[in-house]
């Protein structure tokens, strides 16, 4: 059956954790990108076909065939592009690090906290592996490099073969900084390839789409396509509100065993794709355990993640996620006494109360480093009405609006809908 109509946030949007982050709170707008795939709905629509010749299918069916879907092994190269209009995430994640005071013997260019930001901005190739619920590995290609992060068992492995750096998590450790992904309903416990919150495959991205639905959005089933040789229908979703920052998002499953083999994102505003990501090769056959195994190559510097943990608790940043900024709006809490949600559907925000209810740090206070005022000045606008004044940030795809009074107003939706959000909150 189609997925339970909701409005809830996934970790993206929970209550904000206890304390500040003096390097995580300068890009709100990336750290809360996770909240488009909460304020999407779902209702049924008839089929069409197209090329290639399929049965007639309707989009019910077609999202029970992507829930019903067992597909657990496979091997494949996957394209993803990502264009949020901001600037390149790698450097700049460099740069927060190092003001935080990183540089001691905690620190690892292999980390997944921070290498995986890449994926946030610009196109990369992946090549993906999976057996089953325990073993993953997703690999990102450079021209000269490659960036390889491992999941067998109770092991995560993350390899960088530029710096010939490693970095290792076992055991809870593994389970706890590393699970995402999973198939729902999963009963393991156990970390997949990637840090939370970074889906990596068409079909992750998928599953965060669908997992909120309600009357808001009009699904229908646009067609069919070939992806990597593969037969597949078109699932298209629209929103039926104004306001959202999203067009439409098109998910092409495979026909025979329902696994999305590629996503795309359209965006109000126009232009290409904000996410597009897709299966250039794909095979359903079990992958070699070879391509699970690993030892750390002779020489390479072996960072252990409780040392990664505590060397980011010395340098203030302890648990900044998957993005930078997630935990200073609570993508770690747990109670969400700080955050609640306005409005429903597309057009859902989120409200929440900074830690110590301060706005960002001014560039007079010497507090902000040079490149991450000039990252907030390329995508922040001054706003002011009856709840005060603040600053706008500005996606693509998910905007933010930051008070002065240390409240935060985020979701995909126009700037003009966080300022009304605001004035009615006020």
């Given at each position: ?7 809830e946030?996934n970790?993206g ?6 304390g500040?982050?003096k ?21 049924p ?12 299918i309707?989009a019910q ?21 990502t264009?949020l209009g ?9 740069s ?10 905690g620190e ?15 196109t ?5 592996a ?5 073993k ?6 450079d021209n ?8 067998n ?21 593994a389970?706890t900084?590393?699970r ?7 009963k ?5 390839a990637?840090p ?8 992750a ?31 298209l979703i ?10 439409s998002v ?8 329902g696994?999305p ?8 505003s126009g232009?290409?794709?904000?996410v597009?990501?897709g299966?250039?090769k794909?095979?359903f056959?079990?992958?070699a355990?070879s ?15 409780d040392d990664a ?13 998957m993005f ?8 770690g809490?747990a ?9 429903e559907g597309?057009n859902?925000?989120?409200e929440i ?5 301060s ?6 206070s010497?507090d902000v480093p040079a ?10 606008d001054k ?7 603040g600053t706008v940030f ?7 609006l ?23 909150a006020?």
């Amino acid at each position: 059956m189609a997925p339970k109509d909701s409005v809830e946030s996934n970790g993206g949007t929970r209550g904000t954790a206890a304390g500040r982050r003096k390097a995580a709170r300068y890009i709100v707008p990336v750290a809360v990108a996770g909240v488009a795939a909460a304020t999407i709905g779902l209702v049924p629509a008839l089929a069409s076909t197209g090329d290639p010749d399929l049965p007639k299918i309707t989009a019910q069916q077609l999202i029970e065939k992507i829930a019903a879907s067992d597909t657990q092994q496979l091997s494949g190269t996957v394209k993803i592009s990502t264009d949020l209009g901001i600037p390149s995430l790698g450097g700049l994640a460099g740069s927060f690090a190092q003001s935080g005071g990183s540089g001691g013997k905690g620190e690892s260019s292999a980390d997944p906290q921070s290498r995986m930001t890449e994926l946030a901005s610009g196109t990369h190739t992946l090549r993906v592996a999976a057996d089953g619920p325990d073993k993953q590995r997703v690999s990102i290609l450079d021209n000269a490099a490659e960036y390889s992060l491992i999941h067998n068992g109770d092991q995560v492995w993350a390899y960088d073969s530029k710096s010939n750096e490693v970095y290792h998590a076992t055991g809870n450790r593994a389970g706890t900084e590393h699970r995402a992904g999973q198939k729902s309903g999963e009963k393991s416990g156990h970390a997949t390839a990637a840090p939370e919150g970074m889906p990596t495959t068409p079909k992750a991205l998928a599953e965060q789409v669908l997992k909120a639905a309600g009357p808001t959005t009009s699904v229908t089933v646009d067609g069919t396509a070939q992806v990597a040789g593969r037969d597949a229908y078109k699932l298209l979703i629209k929103p039926r509100q104004n306001g959202s920052t999203i067009r439409s998002v098109t998910v092409a499953v495979d026909a025979q065993n329902g696994v999305p083999l590629k996503f795309t994102l359209l965006p109000s505003s126009g232009g290409k794709a904000v996410v597009d990501a897709g299966f250039t090769k794909v095979d359903f056959a079990k992958p070699a355990a070879s391509s699970f195994a690993f030892t750390p190559p002779k020489g390479a510097k072996v960072t252990e993640a409780d040392d990664a943990k505590a060397q980011r608790k010395a340098d203030g940043a302890e648990g900044l996620g998957m993005f930078p900024g997630a935990e200073e709006l609570g993508a770690g809490g747990a109670d969400g006494k700080d955050m609640k949600v306005i409005g429903e559907g597309w057009n859902a925000i989120a409200e929440i109360r900074t830690p110590g209810g301060s706005g960002l740090p001014s560039k007079a206070s010497g507090d902000v480093p040079a490149e991450a005022q000039q990252f907030l000045d390329s995508l922040g606008d001054k706003v002011s009405g009856p709840f005060g004044s603040g600053t706008v940030f500005k996606t693509r795809l998910v905007n933010a609006l930051v008070t002065d009074d240390g409240k935060v107003y985020v979701g995909a939706v126009t700037p003009d809908m966080l300022v009304k959000a605001a004035n009615g909150a006020s």
